[in-house]
């Protein structure tokens, strides 16, 4: 009795191996179930379609034809045009907030100003897309003679990439803060303006860091779906012009999910979900590459 | 006679309304080595700072006085071409950790814009790097970042980006602090070569080695001027009182 007693030794140590353990297991698991799920419930149209569901252009519920081209094409160009326009702004106000206000009321205002921007649901930037800023878009399209629908794949970049400024203009503004002082003081001991150092010595400084934030709003610009469907025009057809209505994967799922009532129809909407989580995947994956390759060498 | 190369004229220093820097007058001597000595506090690093105007940076820092390079007043010159003029070697060795050394090296003309033909910069990082005694370990390695050096060795290529400049006058705050024994030592001769090049100004809290490099030395207490005088003759016969308990370790 005496010996066995001595052989259990529950300490916290042990707990907490056990409680964190289990835990990446659960993360794992989930994971692995959300995937394997996913696959099981696309087969029917991976089956009945293979590779040509991602080259398909015509998407017909009615004949029961699917192809997911418009979509997939639809949400790298709203990605990309929301991250290319966001960029420059979030670095702008990285820097203004660490190297120029670095405190005070308008630091202060500035800051929480973006974050919130972070806060606001979705729903709320589609609704003022929709209500405020498309009609804006309209009068702008006329003006240039254009087919003024209003909404569009432009429109969804501009809400989209006012959505994702508050995560990558934090993370930078964090890294650039970081900046350690030495190096800064040896620029300017070596006779640098400001400017120079903010360009020549900071930035290169922080620009793992810049990308991992730009990585991180592409994430959550890919699959942004409330505000995107709201304003994006819902149309199946490959968009031939910026200003011409769209989908993404993430708005069109939204938008179908209720319709579909054929066991194809559903497959095919999962299997856009699948494509859009491998899309995810990948973007992340070459992310920590970038990230790699940026920071080789520092300390 | 020996030209004076920097003159500080009745110069005062404040943080916010604390005067850390009490009516320094003192003239730098070209071409010597210059250690301010002193116990901890007592106004080494404000002077150093105030003689390439780094207290720019320091909004609660106030300065008041002149300092004459070659006679004429730093603070009313570009502050750009006062620090192009006067290098700087910090404490921590704190080369660009993003640059090869060869970029590290360069990097005061790269960071000022000023563009400079392939060979021209060849020679000036050859010529640096050999100065401050680097070249035969670095000239295969050149192009690798320079994270892989030692600390002393990042305290030399620290040295070689300063002299890069062709700098008058260079400021060493405490340049040996964070370096191991051998690295000094390695510091101090280096320090005693370069003399001929440039006038330098060193701060450090070790008697033994202002003693062992430094021509002249000042001592600053309390953040008054107390004693300048050749340093060998402050080491061996010290005029004022609280020179002499500095020097015996009776206080810093
Ligand atoms: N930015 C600042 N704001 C306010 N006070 C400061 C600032 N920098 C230095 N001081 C104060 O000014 C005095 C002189 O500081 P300084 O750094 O010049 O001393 P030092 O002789 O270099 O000391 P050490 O040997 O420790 O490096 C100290 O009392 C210090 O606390
Ligand atoms: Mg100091």
């Not at chain 2, 730098?28 to 404000?46: D, E, Q, Y």
Request: proline letters at 4%; one cysteine or more; aromatic letters at 10%.
């Amino acid at each position: 009795m005496m010996l066995k007693k001595k052989n259990i030794k529950i300490n916290g140590d042990t707990i907490f191996k056990y409680a964190i353990g289990s835990s990446v297991v659960v993360l794992i698991m989930l994971i692995v179930g959300i995937f394997v799920s996913l696959i099981v419930y696309s087969y029917p149209t991976i089956a009945k379609f293979g590779f040509g569901f991602i080259s398909g252009h015509t998407w017909d519920p009615v004949t029961e034809e699917f192809g997911a081209y418009p979509f997939l094409i639809g949400t790298l160009i709203t990605s990309f045009i929301a991250l290319i326009l966001s960029f420059p702004v979030s670095i702008m106000i990285s820097i203004l907030l660490s190297e120029y206000l670095k405190s005070g009321v308008i630091h202060n205002y500035v800051k929480s100003s973006v974050e919130l921007l972070a806060g606001i649901p979705s729903i709320i930037y589609g609704f003022w897309g929709l209500f405020i800023f498309v009609p804006v878009v309209r009068e702008v399209q006329m003006y240039f003679g254009i087919t003024p629908y209003g909404i569009g794949i432009l429109t969804a970049s501009l809400i989209l990439s006012v959505m994702i400024i508050p995560y990558s203009a934090t993370i930078a503004y964090e890294v650039i803060s970081l900046t350690p002082s030495e190096i800064k003081e040896a620029a300017y001991s070596l006779g640098a303006t400001h400017f120079e150092v903010i360009r020549k010595v900071i930035l290169p400084y922080s620009s793992s860091g810049i990308v991992a934030g730009v990585l991180l709003s592409l994430g959550r610009a890919l699959g942004e779906t409330m505000a995107v469907t709201m304003v994006i025009g819902n149309s199946h057809i490959l968009p031939d012009t910026l200003f011409a209505p769209g989908n993404t994967m993430a708005s069109v799922i939204a938008n179908e999910f209720t319709e579909a009532t054929s066991d194809v129809y559903l497959s095919a909407l999962i299997e856009i979900g699948l494509l859009l989580m491998i899309v995810t995947a990948f973007i992340n994956v070459v992310g920590k590459m970038i990230i790699k390759k940026f920071s080789v060498g520092m300390s | 006679m020996e030209s004076k190369i920097l003159k500080i004229k009745d110069f005062n220093a404040y943080y916010d309304d604390a005067q850390v820097l009490k009516d320094i007058n003192l003239s730098i001597l070209k071409n010597n080595v210059t250690a301010i000595m002193g116990p901890s506090g007592c106004g080494k690093t404000t002077l150093i700072r105030a003689i390439n105007r780094m207290h720019d940076f320091t909004p609660n820092a106030r300065m008041e006085g002149e300092i004459l390079l070659n006679n004429e007043d730093l603070y009313q010159m570009e502050p750009i071409i006062v620090r192009r003029k006067i290098g700087m070697v910090f404490q921590r060795p704190n080369p660009f950790p993003t640059m090869s050394i060869f970029d590290n090296v360069i990097a005061g003309y790269k960071l000022n814009g000023i563009k400079l033909s392939k060979e021209d910069r060849n020679n000036i990082v050859e010529d640096s790097l050999r100065k401050s005694a680097m070249w035969d370990e670095v000239k295969d390695n050149l192009h690798k970042k320079g994270s892989f050096l030692s600390g002393g060795q990042q305290q030399r290529l620290c040295i070689a980006r300063a002299l890069a400049m062709k700098p008058e006058i260079l400021l060493l705050d405490e340049p040996t602090s964070a370096l191991d024994p051998k690295a000094t030592a390695h510091i101090e001769e280096l320090i005693s070569e370069l003399k001929d090049y440039v006038t330098m100004i060193l701060v450090t809290h070790n008697i033994a080695q202002a003693a062992r490099i430094s021509n002249y030395t000042v001592f600053l207490y309390l953040g008054e001027l107390v004693e300048y005088d050749k340093t060998n003759k402050m080491m061996t016969t010290p005029k004022d009182k609280r020179t002499e308990e500095y020097l015996t370790g009776k206080f810093g």
